[in-house]
């Protein structure tokens, strides 16, 4: 069954560097979302992504983030800056094209560690 | 806005117990309700969704509008039920889901 792979599994970085989160979305999908979990809290809902573009953001989704569809499989979230409180779980989301309601399917998670 | 509230954070049931972890939404639109589950270790899945009505693993949950709830029953807890529990709230426009998750139940079944 294919599944969303996102690299690497866990990344520490220094406050202030940039970090790029990677994901590799189901082929066949054609919208990408990212989320976030803080430690001990709820998943929380980043972006979404289609066609090329941001569909929607969140508030916690400000200046220091962004997103890319680089090439025709990879889906990537830069963080420019980071900060301490960007330490978090980092979870990529796919799903297909088409109305009504579609399952999303999520990758595995990236853990952000910045000190 | 919306919203969903799950009120436990952790559920702990002995084995054969039953269990019902409870979410409540608050959202203005016709609703459409998830449960999503993670395993020790594991990615965030789909459990179920309220729309196809279907028992999986042998978890149940009914929508009830007029209490705006959405609460994950089962009759028989098992050891691998171990997990935690996420309820979500989608709404969708443009062919894009928006995904609001409650803050999740850790759910512990006792040997």
């Known amino acids: 069954e294919p599944e969303v792979t996102q690299t690497p599994s866990h990344q520490v970085t220094q406050m202030g560097q940039e970090v790029i989160l990677r994901c590799v979305p189901i082929?066949?999908?054609?919208?990408f979302y990212w989320y976030r979990q803080i430690l001990g809290q709820k998943v929380e809902f980043l972006v979404s992504f289609y066609n090329n573009e941001i569909s929607e953001k969140s508030e916690i989704f400000d200046d220091q983030f962004s997103v890319e569809r680089p090439d025709g499989s990879n889906f990537t979230l830069k963080i420019r800056s980071t900060k301490l409180e960007d330490s978090a779980m980092y979870f990529c989301?796919?799903?297909?094209?088409?109305?009504?309601?579609?399952?999303?399917?999520f990758g595995p998670g990236t853990r952000l560690t910045v000190t | 806005a919306q919203r969903v509230t799950q009120p436990e954070k952790l559920l702990s049931v002995f084995k054969g117990a039953p269990v019902e972890l409870k979410c409540n939404y608050s959202?203005?639109?016709?609703?459409?309700l998830f449960w999503y589950v993670q395993y020790s270790r594991q990615r965030l899945q789909l459990l179920l969704r309220h729309i196809s009505r279907e028992s999986i693993k042998g978890f149940t949950a009914d929508l009830n509008k007029g209490e705006t709830s959405f609460h994950l029953k089962k009759p028989f807890a098992q050891e691998e039920d171990s997990a935690m529990y996420y309820c979500?709230?989608?709404?969708?426009?443009?062919?894009?889901?928006?995904?609001?998750f409650g803050t999740g139940t850790k759910l512990q079944v006792i040997p």
């Open positions: 979500a709230l989608s709404t969708h426009s443009g062919g894009y889901q928006k995904v609001t």
């Open positions: 959202y203005s639109g016709s609703p459409e």
């Open positions: 989301a796919s799903s297909e094209i088409g109305t009504g309601v579609f399952e999303q399917y």
């Open positions: 082929s066949n999908h054609l919208y």
